[in-house]
């Protein structure tokens, strides 16, 4: 009998990131078995929906895992993406668990001189038997998505967005990073695929504005919404203008473009100037040093600011508010926030055209005073 390999020979990639688990089992799988053949490289697709399938896949694995090597050599067996191991219908089969338990059973034993396994399956459920003996088995790396907690918001989304852009040596501007998180959020897939677009346009330590992001990476609805309260905060009223006029394209109704956007941002531009000028505190030099300046104030300076899901204080996006309303004066937002409510009662009355109203309410209140010679 051939000697059994230890659990070195055993690979296990999992997590609640599919994007990050199937990457890093394909850059496992290249390292592996470099330029291998298909008597060095066997890959059965565990990606399957029917009970019948994956019992078929993983009996197809098993007989490969036992089959000797091509003239002695050495072969890769990689049980890829195996969706049944997940909390599926074909998962929670007792014919599928039970052809998986004998998987492991195999595993158990060892495996013969010369052959490796590799299996990946992004969301696999970790309360089932299998999991866990898999776990144990060999090596295991686990990708999950970032939990960022039910109070999670804006700025960890930003943080965690920062943090992948640094991670692969990029030169993200903050406002670069602001506007790629709102186009991506937590999809890390298409964050991986974006990141990986800006580090081909420019490679790292090139320093990447916010104009690079928003010419790579495509627009949604949610974040034109971002960027419209963006270009508000800085007092870009051509952005404002595109933007504006992409939501309408897009479907966007008036009402919801002012009530989601305009309005907050501009009563956040309001209050953060307000609370800059009667307490006489500077801008922020950055949104996140915002905090510490709330926390001094009293309670009744704070009890009616915007609040997070979790019902703590929103210092980050009231730090954007702070640190833009150098951009308007306090009577400036004051007339802006009445426009607002003029401009929604013309809206929900239907007293002209939607872009029109929104269009000449940002022109109202955005334009900057023409200096008299």
């Known amino acids: 009998m051939a000697a059994k390999k230890t659990s070195q020979a055993i690979h296990f990639i999992s ?21 291998a053949d298909v008597f060095g490289l066997e890959i059965i697709d565990g990606g399957v929906d029917s009970v019948d399938a994956a019992i078929a896949r993983t ?22 993406s195996a969706s049944y191991l997940a909390d599926s219908v074909a998962g929670r089969s007792e014919n599928v668990i039970t052809a998986v338990e004998r998987l492991c059973d195999l595993l158990d034993e ?53 943090q ?47 104009r690079d992001v928003r010419d790579l990476v495509p627009a949604t609805r949610e974040s034109g919404v971002f960027d419209i309260g963006n270009a508000i905060s800085a007092r870009n009223l051509p952005l404002a203008l595109e933007t504006l006029e992409q939501l309408f394209y897009q479907g966007e109704k008036g009402v919801g473009i002012l009530l989601a956007s305009i309005v907050p941002t501009t009563r956040n531009l309001l209050l953060a100037k ?30 009616f600011l915007p609040r997070k899901k979790d019902g703590s204080l929103n210092a980050y996006g009231l730090g954007i508010a702070a640190k833009n309303s150098v951009h308007y004066s ?44």
């Open 110 to 162: 060892g495996l013969p001189d010369g052959i490796t396994f590799l299996l990946s399956a992004p969301a696999a459920d970790k309360r089932r038997s299998a999991y866990k003996r898999l776990s144990k088995a060999g090596s295991t790396t686990l990708h999950d998505k970032p939990s960022l907690g039910f109070g999670a918001g804006e700025e960890e989304i930003i943080n965690w967005t920062m």
């Open 330 to 373: 306090l009577e400036e937002l004051q007339r802006a926030f009445h426009k607002c409510a003029d401009a929604n009662l013309q809206l929900i009355t239907s007293q002209g055209a939607e872009d029109v109203v929104l269009t000449l309410l940002l022109i109202g209140f955005m334009a900057r005073p023409v200096a008299v010679a």
């Open 59 to 80: 009996r197809e694995t098993m007989q490969s895992l036992s089959t000797l090597p091509f003239m002695g050599g050495t072969k890769l067996v990689w049980l890829k």
């Open 15 to 35: 997590g609640s990131d599919e994007a990050a688990v199937k990457k890093a089992a394909s850059e496992l799988a290249a390292k592996m078995a470099p330029g």
């Open 274 to 303: 307000s609370l800059l000028i009667r307490h006489k505190l500077r801008p922020p030099a950055e949104a996140n040093y915002f905090a510490s300046a709330l926390a001094k104030l009293p309670s009744e300076e704070t009890d």
């Open 164 to 210: 992948q852009a640094r991670a692969r040596g990029l030169k993200v501007s903050a406002d670069a990073v602001e506007v790629l998180a709102a186009r991506v959020g937590l999809d890390s897939a298409q964050l991986h695929s974006e990141l990986d677009k800006i580090e081909t346009a420019f490679g790292p330590g090139h320093p990447i504005g916010e």
